[in-house]
């Protein structure tokens, strides 16, 4: 029996009600396969700085060290009450980008899947949906504009200013390009390169480095693609795309695009992976407006688990299982708020809801 360490950072504002959805389905996996998963709850974003004075305290960070993969919900407050935290101590800041950093995650996966029986969740005509939306954001996640130095002052003209630095080394982008050749070579062995090199000297470098890398990947196609044109051909075209590679700050925003052309960023999920270590989270916030009324998407989250148990855990078959379960609870005409528009024929069911029934049919899978 294998036993792993898990480490449950529920986060804030939604976060807790959908993490436990995420671990309902992840005591049926246990149930079903020859594993034991112990949960290590630890407090994590504002929760935790209103309780320890810091967002990623202590003994939350030794807990994430002595865990074989990290379960992360969403952090942060409204823009509002944000105020109420020294900017340098916010959850954004002070939490996530240090977690980041800690286990160098550098390889940030985000898939933005849709099948064509879904179209109506999109806002997107069907005929351009097509027979399906299914395509992966890889996102270099500890790098450039969000890592780099930050000043900010006065000058000599009495004007505030501020300096934000976007710094890559060679070995950077390197180790994230290998990753997006890989999982072209294991998907459709096409690459969409996305960049900005008419303007940035970053991408410039970018690109060198990825004419380097592709030798070494001669079956895989590059499409190189500036952002902009990235942002209207995810609209226009979006199933052109199968895998996409860009750098910190373009993948932060296409991929909050990729959830708007789904309907929903209740259904994005995401594996954050380092050499050393891997923890999962929605790609999304947490929501604080509809926080605590049961109405959230967990599909996120237990799509989280999915990845982990896939990522982690070597579970890939249970992995397409827990997907199958939630694409049929969709199937069956059911979703949370976030996808049920007027008209659309679905029925709306509450967090809770839509985790039960995803575990009867994750229950009621054949076990490999
Ligand atoms: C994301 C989020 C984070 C980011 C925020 C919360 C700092 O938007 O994971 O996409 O910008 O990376
Ligand atoms: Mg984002």
């Known amino acids: ?7 449950v950072l529920a986060g804030d504002g939604i976060g807790p009600e959908i993490t436990k959805e995420a671990l309902k389905v992840l005591k049926v996996v246990e149930e079903r396969n020859n594993v034991t998963f112990e949960l290590l709850p630890a407090l994590f974003g504002a929760c935790a700085y209103f309780e320890t004075g810091d967002a990623f305290p202590q003994q939350t960070k030794d807990i994430c060290d002595s865990a074989d993969a990290i379960l992360k919900g969403p952090i942060g407050l409204s823009h509002e009450e944000s105020k109420n935290i020294p900017i340098d101590k916010q959850p954004e800041r002070g939490a996530l980008l240090p977690l ?10 985000r898939p933005v899947s849709l099948p064509k029986e879904l179209a109506h969740f ?19 996640l500890v790098g450039g504009l969000y890592f780099g130095k930050k000043e900010t002052g006065v ?15 060679e070995g950077q982008i390197r180790q994230i390009l290998v990753q997006a050749f890989k999982l072209a070579t294991a998907r459709k062995k096409v690459l969409h390169n ?44 979006p199933t052109q795309f199968d895998v996409m590679v860009m750098e910190n700050m373009f993948g932060d925003i296409l991929s909050d695009q990729g959830g708007g052309i789904l309907g929903s960023l209740g259904l994005m999920p995401s594996a954050c992976i380092g050499d050393e270590k891997a923890y999962y989270e929605p790609s999304h916030g947490s929501a604080p407006d509809i926080a605590g009324k049961n109405m959230a998407n967990p599909y996120s989250m237990i799509g989280s688990v999915a990845m982990m148990l896939e990522n982690s855990f070597d579970m890939a078959d249970e992995a397409k299982n827990v997907w199958a379960a939630m694409q049929g609870v969709f199937a069956d005409g059911f979703s949370t708020a ?3 528009k007027p008209g659309a024929g679905v029925n ?6 839509f ?8 229950k009621n899978m054949p076990t490999v």
């Open 122 to 140: 999109s806002p997107l005509k069907a005929e351009i949906i097509g027979e399906g939306i299914d395509f992966i954001i890889v996102r270099e």
């Open 355 to 362: 985790g039960d029934k995803v575990v009867e049919k994750l």
């Open 100 to 109: 980041r950093r800690r286990y160098n995650t550098y390889a940030n996966f």
């Open 1 to 7: 029996m294998k036993n792993y360490k898990v480490a």
């Open 155 to 169: 000058d000599d003209k009495g004007q505030r200013y501020v300096r934000e630095v976007l710094e890559y080394d």
């Open 348 to 353: 709306m069911i509450s967090t809770q809801e």
């Open 194 to 237: 996305i960049h900005k090199s008419n303007v940035l000297k970053s991408s410039v470098l970018w690109n060198e480095i990825l004419e380097e890398v592709a030798v070494d990947y001669p079956d895989v196609e590059v499409i190189n693609m500036l952002v902009d044109a990235a942002a209207t051909y995810l609209c226009l075209k």
């Open 338 to 340: 976030d996808l049920s």
